[in-house]
């Protein structure tokens, strides 16, 4: 354990010298972001120019769940971005066959290749939006809703990895799963606004199946009204360590069928 | 063309992944705006109905695959791998080639995608309000407007594309334009929903001309004078588009140093 994190803090300070070289590079990067992230604000105000309140919920409650939902994003963009590229091109160009060479874990080594500072910008823009609304809007704060939400965030952002891990496993077996990635990926878009405006089958289905819920939505909605911790915390932290339990033994299963591509 | 058309049956799996996460974005957008529209009480939203929108937001993801053009990640990756050369030593014109290329997949992609979308779109709206309202005159206006558009989109997208002559982070570069895009063109919020200064700067950007135009159009929302200034208003991009990715390219081509070989 101690040498993992040894090598990380090596991967890692290896990419912050590469953002340093071409800061430019970077800049573009988290400009990018932020300006992606300002202009689904802009949506959002100019829906509420309109309405009072969208499914009971008021400008600032909704910003403050948009806000939440980016920061288990952005930290899993900021650590696993690699991951893209394993279903994208890493293992389609048979490179996948360096990870395997290694004394060190293969998914632990493509996660820890990169760091993507290019999150920034979702993070900013996430912790800002909370503080914020924070004001304005009535949050639940107690000594254990602290304490729940510094806890629920890992789990909320180990959400997106498994689903990262999972689909993009799918490459040892057809070479190239950067579609399927992107496919399932973009549902996150259902996690920024209450669940209660989809119909039934798509509110289980990004609860139960895609549970991209539990990555804004839910947690968020604990900490706006306190209600539910057990469902909307609790149902966080199992479904995580579910979905992180299957993608782990599709990536296994997946190593384990992988032949490399060859040139 | 042919290759292009080849080239998409390859990566037939990466269109239909696009496809379909185009699709799931529509859903949401569509849920969305039914829970603004049941929030506000009235079913009528400055000249929009809930039918409408949801017409609005189909049209928009038909239009935005028929007027996609990659040409931007092509470029980008040719200048940075020096694979440019190669097209630069070939006696075709350079942006023609990736044009030629770009026509034979959209070519496909409109049998097998918008083909299907429009008959959907237009059951739904058949059992929607009542009747069939389906406009012949209006679909072949929307598809001179689209190819407007799609040639406008391409210029777009080649003019971003060179900027890889100067910046590395086409990746970054690639979300800022498409959010940029995905904003200004109206394909996330119909345009006459904006702050009325906003609405007529961005009427006259390049960017609505790339999907707002022509969905416009197909909906019926303008008439026959409207139809020609709009469609008038296309074209002058479409050239001043042209002329401005030739002078990037004559302007970069001369930066351009190929390492390796």
Known sequence: MHRLFKIYRILVAQNLKRVMEYKADFLTGAVSFLIDQAIGIAFIFIIFSQIPQLAGFTFEQIVFIYGFSQIPKGLDHLLTDNLWCVGYFIVKKGDFDKYLTRPINPLFHVIAETFQVDAVGELVVGIALMIYVSGSVNLYITPLSVILFILVIPFSMLIYTAIKIATGAFAFWIKSSGFIIQMVYGMNEFAKYPTTIYSPFIRNFVTYIIPFAFTGYYPALYFLTGQNPLFNIGGTVIISVIFMSIALLIWHKGLSAYESAGS | ?261
Not at chain 2, 44 to 73: A, E, I, K, P, R
Request: charged share 10%; net charge positive; glycine share 8%.
């Open chain 2, 1 to 261: 063309m042919k290759a292009g058309i080849q080239s998409l049956i390859a990566y037939r799996m990466n269109f239909l992944g696009f496809a379909i996460g185009g699709l799931i974005y529509c859903f949401v957008m569509y849920y969305l705006w039914k829970a603004v529209f049941s929030s506000s009480g009235s079913d009528n939203f400055m000249g929009f109905s809930m039918v409408d929108m949801t017409l609005y937001l189909f049209l928009s993801n038909v239009t935005s695959q028929l007027t996609f053009s990659s040409v931007c990640d092509d470029v980008g990756e040719e200048i940075r791998h020096g694979d440019i050369a190669m097209r630069l030593l070939k006696p075709v014109n350079t942006d023609l080639s990736y044009l030629a290329n770009e026509i034979g997949g959209n070519y496909l992609k409109f049998i097998v995608s918008t083909i299907p979308m429009i008959i959907g779109i237009e059951i739904y709206r058949t059992l929607a309000v009542g009747n069939f309202m389906f406009n012949i005159g209006n679909f072949a206006l929307y598809l001179v407007s689209v190819i407007l558009a799609y040639l406008i989109s391409f210029r777009v997208n080649l003019c971003f594309g060179f900027m890889a002559f100067y910046v590395k982070n086409l990746w970054g570069m690639n979300i800022l334009k498409n959010s940029i895009i995905n904003f200004l063109s109206g394909m996330l919020i119909p345009l006459v929903f904006m702050p009325e200064f906003l609405r007529k700067i961005l009427e006259y950007m390049p960017f609505s001309s790339m999907s707002y135009t022509p969905v416009m159009i197909y909906m019926g929302k303008y008439d026959t004078t409207e139809i020609i200034f709009r469609i008038a208003v296309q074209a002058v991009w479409a050239i001043l588009l042209y002329a401005l990715s030739k002078l990037i390219w004559f302007h970069a081509v001369k930066r351009l140093t190929v390492q390796g070989g």
